[in-house]
T-cell receptor, first 114, second 115 residues
Framework: GQQVMQIPQYQHVQEGEDFTTYCNSS?????IQWYKQRPGGHPVFLIQ?????EVKKQKRLTFQFGEAKKNSSLHITATQTTDVGTYFC??????????????FGRGTQLTVWP | DTAVSQTPKYLVTQMGNDKSIKCEQN?????MYWYKQDSKKFLKIMFS???????INETVPNRFSPKSPDKAHLNLHINSLELGDSAVYFC??????????????FGNGTRLTVT
């Protein structure tokens, strides 16, 4: 069945270091979304990528969607303690997907040491 | 102006009890979901309703019964609670049919602890 794999599961960085999380799908995706969940909070939508090879930036965050629309990455430059949380990717399949269904990766839990 | 609100925020109960969680959204979305998040942060979809119609029903025990009285509300009733039901339950909503996909808006979650 449809799967979205996300690595790493955990990442610990020193403040100021960069961070990247990767997602891979077994099938071509219609779009991919990224969410951030702060400790004790709920997932919050960050961004959506739709086009092949698309790159979007939000301040220190850079999101990429692969040319084959099967993989995506989130890169944070010069992490800050406010970046702490769990980052999820969620892909929507192009075929056989139930209306509006997203397939979530398992998330990457980011810890930033001051 | 809470977009997706769910109650209660915390729920502590004993094994064997029956409990309900309520969810309401004021975004005008037509699709609502229940997700279960375990201690390892994995988000697992349980149910999805589109315009009050059940469209996603994952492999969830029959003890879990969702109910959508209208497209702005989706409740979750759990019978005969078990220890393994302890988790955070998130309600979410989205607008189906949005070109390119529609992001999910999550509620604040209900932390269920079964003792």
């Amino acid at each position: 069945g449809q799967q979205v794999m996300q690595i790493p599961q955990y990442q610990h960085v020193q403040e100021g270091e960069d961070f990247t999380t990767y997602c891979n799908s077994s099938t071509t995706l219609s779009n991919i979304q990224w969410y951030k969940q702060r400790p004790g909070g709920h997932p919050v939508f960050l961004i959506q990528l739709v086009k092949s090879g698309e790159v979007k930036k939000q301040k220190r965050l850079t999101f990429q969607f692969g040319e084959a629309k099967k993989n995506s990455s989130l890169h944070i430059t010069a992490t800050q303690t406010t970046d702490v949380g769990t980052y999820f990717c969620a892909g929507q399949a192009t075929r056989g997907s139930t209306l509006g269904r997203l397939y979530f990766g398992r998330g990457t839990q980011l810890t930033v040491w001051p | 102006d809470t977009a997706v609100s769910q109650t209660p925020k915390y729920l502590v109960t004993q094994m064997g009890n029956d409990k309900s969680i309520k969810c309401e959204q004021n975004l005008g979305h037509d699709t609502m979901y229940w997700y279960k998040q375990d201690s390892k942060k994995f988000l697992k979809i349980m149910f999805s309703y589109n315009n009050k119609e059940l469209i996603i029903n994952e492999t969830v025990p029959n003890r879990f019964s969702p109910k959508s009285p209208d497209k702005a509300h989706l409740n979750l009733h759990i019978n005969s609670l078990e220890l393994g039901d302890s988790a955070v339950y998130f309600c979410a909503s989205s607008q189906a049919g949005t070109p390119g996909g529609s992001p999910l808006h999550f509620g604040n979650g209900t932390r269920l602890t079964v003792t």
